[in-house]
C-alpha cells in the first residue's frame, strides 16, 4: 500500500519527515486494525517528496503544503469511520511535526483506489480477494 507524502521543503523541521512518515503509516494500520499484520505490514511503502515552495501552490498563491496520498485496494478507507479517523489522525500527525508551522486548512488527505487484480508484489498480480485472504492470514 504506497503512501506518497508531498511536503515543501521545510514545512517540517529537517528531519521530521521519515518519522512523521512513519507515523502516518502506523495510522493507517491502526486505523484498519491491521498493527502487525505479516502480510501487510511489509506492503506498506512509499516515498516522501520535497518540493521547493515555488513550486507548491493552494489557493493559486505559492504556499507551504502538506499532501497525503494512499494508494489502496478498494477495501481499504471503505469505512467511513475508518476515513474520519484517519484523516483527523493523519492531519494532525503532521500539523504537529509542523510545530504549529502548517495550519490543518493546507493539510490535505486523499486515497486513491486502485483497479482489482493490479496488485503487483513480488511479481505477481493479486486481485482484491487474494490480497484480503493473504492479510486475513497474516
Known amino acids: 500500500m504506497p503512501l506518497t ?16 512518515f512513519k507515523k502516518l503509516c502506523e495510522a493507517m494500520l491502526n486505523a484498519h486494525g491491521l498493527r502487525g499484520n505479516k502480510a501487510l505490514t511489509p506492503n506498506v511503502i512509499g516515498a516522501i517528496h520535497i518540493v521547493p515552495r515555488e513550486h507548491v501552490f493552494a489557493g493559486l498563491e505559492e504556499s507551504d503544503v502538506a499532501l497525503i ?7 481499504a478507507f471503505a469505512n467511513r469511520e475508518v476515513q474520519k479517523t484517519y484523516i483527523a489522525e493523519a492531519t494532525k500527525i503532521v500539523q504537529d511535526a509542523s510545530l504549529g508551522r502548517l495550519p490543518k486548512e493546507r493539510i490535505w488527505v486523499n486515497v486513491v483506489h486502485a483497479v482489482d487484480g493490479t496488485w503487483g508484489i513480488a511479481g505477481e498480480a493479486l486481485t482484491n480477494e487474494e490480497l484480503g485472504a493473504a492479510i486475513y492470514k497474516g
Not at 5 to 20: N, R
Not at 69 to 75: A, D, L, N, T, Y
Open 5 to 20: 507524502l508531498t511536503l515543501t521543503e521545510d514545512a517540517l523541521p529537517k528531519g521530521a519527515e521519515k518519522t512523521t
Open 69 to 75: 496520498e494512499w494508494k489502496v485496494p478498494s477495501f
